[in-house]
């Protein structure tokens, strides 16, 4: 019983790390895309960390399977949760706050809970959970619906893009549990490298990222993004998809809202209008709402193991 409530506390530990690796990317991208492109900081991103994780598999005495069907896995885990949903996001912050960014990222439990209801169905439709989706969703537009109302509509592209990334971190959130039995280093690192194989040649025709110069600054950030915000985090990731569920591991979005908030506010000196803290509070309650429940009963579960 002692054992059992000790891993759970390790595993909500963990969400906590995760959320603040996740949060601290937001402002890493920010800096990087100052004086990198969106598609070669993602690209660098993803090689990488893949790189950083295949040396450390490479270490510990294993090696990433090569048959077929892993292989489409990968492929289609990196398009999920990293070639669309990082590139996005680095476009999107040319333009828009890290804060902003991060608070409509934070609805992930939303659209992963929607897609279960709709796909998988292996969680019920609860009133609470309802609750917490039409929350979300008003949170959402507050945050972006008001420019398109008054007919500005400046930020709304980018905006929108980050809200597609979104959609696409929820399904990864799913589709990550076709991993399940391995090792968390191998699907982390397996998706990344695949990422890169679709990355790398882009980056290559569209940026010419050798004529590039990039600052000190920038550098640093797509260091520290690549090693902590995703070689790491991705381990984390997809241990916690197997402990605690897909959707209790998108509960690390709610989390993650204060910390990337803050900072964006403590280092980039940036601000938010009144509409969007009442929509980060609108997008909380959402996600809380979603994802509470689902801790309960990986808790419960648990004790009763």
């Not at 940036?270 to 990986?298: H, N, Y």
Request: glycine content about 8%; proline content about 5%.
């Amino acid at each position: 019983m002692v054992a059992a409530k000790t891993n759970i506390a390790f595993e909500l530990l963990l969400l906590l790390a995760l959320a603040s690796l996740w949060g601290a990317s937001y402002t890493f991208i920010k800096i990087g895309v100052e004086t990198i492109p969106p598609v070669t900081l993602i690209a660098a991103r993803t090689l990488l960390a893949g790189a950083i994780l295949l040396a450390v598999i490479g270490w510990r005495g294993l090696s990433l399977p090569r048959d077929t069907a892993t292989l489409r896995r990968f492929l289609f885990q990196a398009c999920l949760n990293s070639v669309f949903p990082f590139t996005l996001i680095a476009w999107a912050e040319r333009t828009i706050d890290a804060g902003v960014a991060v608070i409509l990222n934070s609805t992930t439990p939303i659209f992963a809970f929607l897609l279960t209801a709709l796909i998988t169905r292996h969680e019920p439709v609860t009133a609470r959970k309802f609750v917490g989706v039409i929350a979300g969703l008003t949170g959402i537009s507050l945050i972006i619906g008001l420019e398109a109302f008054r007919g500005v509509g400046d930020q709304l592209v980018p905006q929108l893009a980050v809200v597609l990334a979104t959609i696409c971190y929820a399904g990864a959130a799913i589709f990550g549990k076709n991993f399940k039995g391995q090792d968390p280093m191998i699907p982390a690192a397996g998706s990344l490298l695949a990422g890169a194989v679709l990355l790398v040649p882009t980056s290559l025709v569209v940026d010419r990222p050798w004529t590039l110069n990039p600052s000190p600054e920038s550098l640093i950030a797509l260091v520290c993004l690549s090693a902590f915000s995703t070689a790491l985090a991705f381990v984390i990731y997809f241990r916690l998809i197997h402990t605690l569920g897909s959707v209790g591991t998108t509960a690390q979005a709610y989390v993650r809202v204060p910390i990337g908030v803050a900072i964006g506010v403590l280092f980039l000196g940036e601000t938010l209008p009144a509409t969007a803290w009442i929509g980060l509070c609108c997008v909380i309650t959402g996600v809380v709402a979603m994802t509470i429940p689902a801790r309960q009963r990986v808790a419960a579960a648990a004790a009763k193991g």
